[in-house]
C-alpha cells in the first residue's frame, strides 16, 4: 500500500506551553489533527475552570486563518482541589482532569501529594460524565526511574479503577508491558494513550555510543521488551488504545544542558511516524481506529467527518525549527527521514 487516506486524527494529549509558543504549537498540531487535549501544565497550572477557559481563547487565536481546529480543555489537580472546581469546570466545557503526583514531570511541583484525600475530586468526575487523566509514576527518589510506572500501577492505579467503579481513566502515555497489560485487562472505561517515541525507541536511543538529550522525555524510555510490547498492542487493534503524542516541545538550550528539560516535540512528525510504525508492524489497516476512532468514541465525542491521506513519500524533519521568540528548538527525530508524508 503507497497511500492510505482515514478519517481526521485527533491528539489525544499534548503540550503547547502558552504565549508565543502558541504560534508555533497549535498551527503544527492543527495541519492534521482536528481536536487536542491540552495538557495544562502551565506555570502556574490551568486548576480552575476559569483559567481553563482564558487559555482556550489564547489557543483559538493562535489558530491558522480557516481552521477548524479544537482544543479539548483539561484542568489540573492540585490537593486543594475541590468537588466544586470539578462542577465549575463541568459548566465550562472542561472535558477531563489530569493528575501529575506532585513532582512526576515537567511543572508538576503543583501536582498531588496525598492522592487519597482526593477520591471525593474523583467522584465528582465520575458524577458529571468527566474523564481523569493520569500521569501514572510514582515519584519516590528511592524507586528506581525505570520502575516507577509499574510501581504506579501497584501501588494506585488499581485502586482508583476499583474504588470509582463508574470513572473513566486514561492513563496517559503508557511506556511499559505491565501498564498494556494492566489496560487489556482492566474494567471497560480504562484505556490508555501511546506516544510515538514509545513506539519507535527503548532507552538504547537515548544512551548507546552517547547521551541523546532530545529522546529524553518522562516517563523515560523503556527496554525494548517494553517497546515490542506496545507495538504489540497497538498492532492488535485494541480499541484501549489510542494515538496521544504528549508533544512537549523545550527550547534547544533547555535540551542541551547539564540538566535537560524532559519532553519531545514531535507535533511536525507525530501522524507520518505512527503511520510508518503501523506500516512496519503490517498493520496500516489498524491506524485509523487507533488515530482517529477509538479516542473519539472512548471520550464520547463524535468522531471526525473530514479525512486525511497519507502517501509512502520519504522527507526528513527538519535539524532545528525557530520558535516564534527565535530560540531554536530541535524537533522530535530531527534530522531523520520519515517514510510517510502527509498529501496537501
Ligand atoms: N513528559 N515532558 C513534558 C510532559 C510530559 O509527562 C508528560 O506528560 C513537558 O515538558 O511538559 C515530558 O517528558
Ligand atoms: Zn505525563
Ligand atoms: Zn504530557
Known amino acids: 500500500m503507497n497511500e492510505i487516506t482515514i478519517i481526521k486524527p485527533d491528539d489525544w494529549h499534548l503540550h503547547f506551553r502558552d504565549q508565543d509558543m502558541l504560534l508555533e504549537t497549535v498551527p503544527a498540531t492543527a495541519r492534521c489533527f482536528e481536536r487536542a487535549v491540552v495538557m495544562p501544565n502551565l506555570v502556574p497550572p490551568v486548576t480552575t475552570a ?18 477548524t481546529f479544537t482544543p479539548l480543555m483539561t484542568i489540573y489537580l492540585t490537593d486543594k482541589t475541590s468537588v466544586e472546581d470539578i462542577q465549575d469546570a463541568k459548566k465550562a466545557g472542561v472535558l477531563a482532569a489530569k493528575m501529575y503526583p506532585a513532582g512526576a514531570t515537567t511543572n508538576s511541583d503543583s501536582g498531588v501529594n496525598s492522592l487519597e484525600s482526593l477520591y471525593p475530586v474523583f467522584e465528582a468526575l465520575a458524577e ?73 525507541l527503548n532507552r538504547n536511543d537515548m544512551l548507546d555510543g552517547g547521551v541523546r538529550p532530545h529522546n529524553y522525555c518522562l516517563p523515560i524510555l523503556k ?107 530541535v524537533p522530535f527525530f530531527a534530522g531523520k527521514s520519515v517514510s510517510w508524508k502527509i498529501k496537501t
Open 128 to 200: 458529571n460524565d468527566m474523564l481523569l487523566l493520569i500521569h501514572g509514576e510514582v515519584t519516590q527518589k528511592h524507586i528506581d526511574i525505570f520502575d516507577r510506572e509499574k510501581e504506579f500501577i501497584d501501588q494506585h492505579m488499581v485502586n482508583i479503577v476499583k474504588r470509582v467503579p463508574n470513572l473513566k481513566v486514561v492513563f496517559e502515555h503508557i511506556t511499559t508491558k505491565d501498564a498494556a497489560d494492566f489496560v487489556l485487562n482492566a474494567r471497560e472505561g480504562v484505556a490508555a494513550t501511546i506516544t510515538p517515541q514509545h513506539l519507535l
Open 50 to 67: 476559569e483559567l481553563a477557559l482564558s487559555y482556550k481563547e489564547r489557543i483559538l487565536a493562535a489558530r491558522p486563518a480557516g481552521s
Open 223 to 329: 527496554r525494548s521488551t517494553h517497546q515490542e510490547a506496545l507495538r504489540a498492542v497497538v498492532k492488535s487493534g485494541s480499541p484501549k488504545f489510542f494515538l496521544g503524542t504528549d508533544s512537549a516541545p523545550h527550547a534547544r538550550h533547555r535540551k542541551e544542558s547539564d540538566c535537560g528539560c524532559a519532553g519531545c516535540y514531535s507535533a511536525w512528525s507525530a501522524l507520518e511516524l505512527y503511520t510508518q510504525v503501523f506500516d512496519e508492524l503490517d498493520a496500516l489497516d489498524k491506524l485509523e481506529g487507533f488515530a482517529s476512532l477509538y479516542g473519539a468514541d472512548f471520550y464520547g465525542l463524535p468522531r471526525n467527518t473530514e479525512v486525511v491521506t497519507l502517501v509512502r513519500e520519504a522527507w526528513d524533519v527538519p535539524e532545528s525549527i525557530a520558535l516564534p521568540s527565535g530560540e531554536p528548538i
